[in-house]
């Protein structure tokens, strides 16, 4: 690795420290004590070249009562740390994608949403409008989203990719490895308490598994602590409207473990 890429990588974990104080900080925690942690294995952490897990470098902290004043806190400051990556992703030439795009389509929605949807990468109608899923597929994702009575506002939407793939192509594996850490870093900041992958990329990118979506869809797996849903990509839908009955029976389950952990 090169001097400035040490640099800037070292300057990617001083950010990710700080998300993750002021995130704590934000429900009321006082107390995050960091131990031992290699500048080697943060590094790993966020290096692009892996889609290992991500382990907990934190000692236990003690929590306190969440009060409203934490709670706005909280919102304030994944709204801004979102913000911050947008505008370092805006800057970001580590594909050749960049050049192709005309928008960056960061993502979408609720800042402390409880359900993160993931899809692949933004198509030609994404593309041009900077947000993810505005075109057919779109619509019918938010038609998914309502059938489990929530709104498109409720949750947070993003994909692997967050530059459109010339002509609608496939993402290219080296073009996964150097993007996913821009969503790993939005699922950090967002902590959902459920996340849905739709479709092939997203799950396969996140699970790091080769395994087809027919085999991974329908049941939680774990994204580092978080329960993920694989389901089809609602493109995929569009080709194969027999197939929504799958997708209804996944998101039900989704539905359902939202409404046991509010209850
Ligand atoms: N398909 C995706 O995977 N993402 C989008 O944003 C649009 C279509």
Redesign the pocket.
């Known amino acids: 690795m090169y001097p400035d890429e040490i640099k800037k990588e070292l300057a990617s974990i001083i950010s990710m420290v700080k998300v993750k104080i002021e995130i704590e900080k934000g429900f009321g925690i006082d107390t995050v004590t960091f131990t031992n942690t290699k500048v080697s294995d943060a590094i790993h952490q966020i290096s692009p070249n892996s889609f290992t897990e991500i382990k907990s470098t934190e000692t236990p902290v003690v929590a306190k009562s969440i009060g409203i004043q934490a709670f706005m806190n909280t919102k304030e400051t994944k709204i801004k740390l979102l913000e911050e990556l947008r505008h370092e992703m805006l800057v970001c030439h580590k594909c050749p994608l960049s050049k192709t795009r005309t928008n960056l389509?960061f993502g979408v929605g609720n800042s402390m949403a409880d359900l993160m949807f993931i899809?692949?990468?933004?198509?030609r109608d994404?593309d041009l409008q900077g947000e993810?899923?505005v075109?057919r597929?779109?619509q019918l994702l938010t038609k998914i989203i309502e059938a489990i009575d929530m709104k498109r506002s409720d949750v947070y939407i993003a994909?692997v990719l967050k530059c459109r793939p010339p002509g609608n192509r496939n993402p290219l594996p080296e073009e996964i490895i150097i993007c996913i850490p821009y969503l790993i870093k939005q699922i950090e900041i967002i902590q959902p308490k459920v996340l849905c992958a739709?479709?092939a990329f997203a799950a396969q990118a996140l699970l790091n598994t080769k395994a087809p979506v027919g085999t991974l869809r329908g049941r939680f797996h774990d994204y580092k602590g978080v329960p993920m849903m694989v389901t089809f990509?609602p493109?995929y839908l569009l080709r194969n409207p027999n197939d929504k009955a799958k997708v209804w029976d996944d998101m039900k389950k989704v539905r359902d473990f939202l409404k046991n952990e509010f209850t």
């Open positions: 389509v899809g692949e990468a933004p198509g994404e993810p899923f075109g597929a779109g994909n739709l479709g990509h493109a």
